[in-house]
């Protein structure tokens, strides 16, 4: 997702196999804690940058030319796009830039009948988590919201089918929807 050739490549191998494109998901992410600002290398920052910011409009631009009215694109940001991590401070800056992506791109593409959305969970176990937390941070990985636990992806995935769905959302673009474990608000 680094690198536009890689993006093209993937959306060219998809049309081959598939024969068409109706739905982008953008999903990929990187992240890694670090104690402050100070301690973020601008090697993590552009990697981190790169991979959740740069790669969304990398595949994007490569997958508009395949989109028809009617497609649709997803992208996943994150509860802390919206509030922010003290631990996560990159990651967290490029989750918003996603947030905003997406109402742009939104509005951008609404005219070619293409709808764009997001979907924002909050914590998800995912082999994401034990590879770039710390120990103490994984074993309380989402005790914080109502439900004292994270999600399982498959409790995210109908989100996903959900903006897949014309027949379900062809009205919705632009939003950003959060998935929270029983919290009722984003901030």
């Known amino acids: ?9 993937a959306i060219q191998k998809t049309v081959k196999e598939f024969g068409s494109l109706d739905i982008l998901v953008n999903n990929a992410a990187y992240q890694n804690e670090c104690e402050d600002l ?10 981190t940058f790169h991979t959740n ?3 969304y409009f990398c595949m994007v631009r490569a997958a508009l030319k395949h989109l028809e009215r009617g497609s649709c694109i ?4 994150s509860i802390t796009g ?8 990159d990651y967290s800056a490029t989750k918003g830039a996603i947030h905003a992506f997406t109402k742009a791109l939104a509005q951008n593409l609404a005219e070619k009948g293409i709808r764009v959305n997001c979907v924002a969970p909050g914590p998800v176990w995912t082999p994401l988590i034990p590879a770039t937390e710390s120990t103490e941070t994984v074993v309380k990985h989402g ?10 992806p498959e409790e995210i995935a109908p989100a996903f089918v959900f903006f897949a769905a014309n027949s379900d959302s062809s009205f919705i673009t632009g ?3 959060t998935i929270l474990g029983g919290e009722i608000t984003a901030a």
């Open 38 to 47: 100070e301690s973020i290398t601008d090697e993590q920052l552009e990697r």
């Open 53 to 55: 910011i740069f790669g």
């Open 175 to 177: 939003e950003v929807l």
């Open 1 to 9: 997702m680094r690198s536009r050739e890689f993006c093209e490549h």
């Open 143 to 152: 005790e914080k919201n109502p439900l004292k636990r994270p999600a399982q």
């Open 74 to 77: 997803i992208n996943t940001g």
């Open 82 to 89: 919206l509030r922010g991590s003290d631990h996560l401070i």
